[in-house]
């Protein structure tokens, strides 16, 4: 079956799809996205989604292509028409079309607005939630507004090389005072030795992540301790267990950063634990 795009108000086959070549998401990366997961099709944490996609556009000053309601329509219907059960709905907004000028266009340029959907094998995600994944580390070299979620990820994508090329699923960005801040397309936490699970606290250096937001509900919920701040790479070295948390990945254990294990070596029991009931917690709507 041929996938199906919404793209500027019509319904397309996605390899018939096209923008502009003065849309300013391909001219500058001028854009911001959300990516939502579908489950058992539902749709996870929707609300959370579109009200962080509206406080990025509000941050870069485009306008929004849809209300909320409007947008969720189209969520739906693209869900439909790809016979999606299980999978992922992208969005993506760009300040739109217009002569190059680094400047923005006047505001009768309407944004830009693509949505996609992706059908994807859950027993995937739980097999490798069942393995442990492996991080590496790198630099962070990433803009001072993290927390807007744009579509100018390079410093991402070299980061997600980087772990390719050395046999790691995902990366950890370390600030220059040797912090963790996050992953390239994940928020990191870890156990430490007393117990508490631990994330960095929410600031311009990260994304502030809806599948966090929705697990910190879900520690709260099961009188777990938790702390937001900052934690070393050598605490993260130290600790019990580490985990990674995402739209595309729930809660998935951490056994090895930089090659080194964590814990045993082996996905730790709390992780695992706090990802088997996270769809019990987190919002489905239809």
């Known amino acids: 079956m041929s996938r199906i795009a919404y793209v500027n108000g019509q319904y397309v086959i996605q390899r018939d799809a096209n923008v502009s070549i003065q849309d300013r998401g391909y001219q500058f990366g001028d854009g911001v996205y959300e990516v939502c997961e579908i489950f058992r099709g539902a749709l996870i944490d929707e609300a959370r989604h579109l009200d962080r996609l509206a406080r ?97 990820l390079i410093p991402n994508c070299l980061a997600r090389q980087a772990a390719k090329e050395g046999g790691a699923q995902e990366a950890w960005f370390i600030d220059s005072d040797g912090m963790v801040v996050e992953g390239a397309a994940s928020n990191a936490w870890i156990i430490d030795r007393s117990g508490a699970i631990v994330t960095r606290q929410l600031d311009s250096s990260v994304l502030r992540g809806i599948t966090r937001t929705t697990l910190i509900d879900i520690i709260a919920a099961q009188g777990l301790t938790l702390e937001e701040r900052k934690f070393s790479l050598e605490e993260a070295f130290s600790a019990q267990e580490a985990f990674i948390t995402g739209a595309t990945t729930l809660v998935t254990p951490v056994v090895t950063i930089d090659g080194r294990k964590i814990g045993d070596g082996a996905p730790g029991p709390l992780a695992q634990r706090l990802r088997s009931i996270f769809h019990d917690t987190a919002a489905r709507t239809f």
Do not use: C, M
């Not at 739906?76 to 999978?87: P, Y």
């Open 56 to 152: 990025s556009l509000e941050e870069l000053r485009i306008g929004a292509p849809l209300g909320k309601g409007a947008l969720g329509v189209v969520l739906r219907e693209i869900i439909a028409r790809n016979k999606v059960a299980n999978g992922y709905v992208y969005i993506q907004v760009t300040r739109g079309a217009a002569p190059r000028d680094h400047a923005f266009p006047p505001s009768s340029v309407r944004s830009s607005l693509i949505v996609t959907a992706r059908q994807i094998d859950p027993e995937k995600g739980e097999a490798a939630a069942r393995k442990g994944i492996s991080v590496v580390t790198t630099p962070d070299l990433r803009w001072k507004r993290v927390d807007i979620k744009t579509i100018s």
